[in-house]
């Protein structure tokens, strides 16, 4: 990493500390000696997946986002626990908002989401081979699951259904490997 580039942290300073996450403001030294205040969310990190049913079918999540003021199409997601690998994440999170196991995973890549504004750091998975399990979302989270085609799903990204960037993400790069 060229050292010309890299900011040197002066004073860190914790804002709020919520029930995932934390807001700072930090002072920070930039290259040209000058100071400026670089304010961020410390995040332990996420994991997603994009479950095929078969071949032809994926299991997307329908949720309302406050932030937004609307409902999305989603692939199922979670915050990592402390001491929770992102596999252990995803498998609980599959199960618990889709009802469905998945008896094989790939990780696809792993990303942040928003570098400008957080440390969360993002690892995509699909899965497939799935079973039933039992669908038990968490108790503040209110999600229905649908099967949805594919290449139907790829369309929905353009007509402007699908707006959220994990699942985008997800179906591009998956829709971009070697078959």
């Given at each position: ?12 300073k914790l804002i709020y500390k919520g029930k995932f996450t934390e807001l700072f403001c ?54 990592i626990d402390a001491g929770e690998t992102p596999i252990e994440c995803i498998t609980r999170e599959l199960e618990e908002e889709t009802g469905y ?79």
């Amino acid at each position: 990493m060229s050292k010309d580039l890299i900011e040197k942290t002066l004073n860190k300073k914790l804002i709020y500390k919520g029930k995932f996450t934390e807001l700072f403001c930090d002072e920070v030294q930039l290259p040209s000696g000058k100071s400026a205040t670089r304010e961020y969310i410390n995040h332990p990190g996420a994991a997603a997946v994009l479950p095929f049913i078969d071949k032809e079918n994926i299991v997307l999540v329908k949720q309302y986002r406050y932030a937004i003021g609307k409902v999305t199409y989603e692939i199922p997601a979670g915050k990592i626990d402390a001491g929770e690998t992102p596999i252990e994440c995803i498998t609980r999170e599959l199960e618990e908002e889709t009802g469905y196991i998945a008896k094989k995973f790939e990780l696809l890549l792993s990303f942040y989401p928003t570098a400008a504004l957080s440390n969360e750091l993002l690892h995509i998975f699909s899965a497939f081979n799935l079973e039933e399990g039992s669908f038990n979302p968490d108790e503040d989270e209110f999600v229905d699951k649908e099967i949805i085609n594919f290449k139907r799903a790829l369309g929905m990204i353009k007509d402007g259904q699908i707006k959220d960037s994990k699942t985008i993400i997800s179906l591009l790069y998956f829709s971009s490997l070697p078959k």
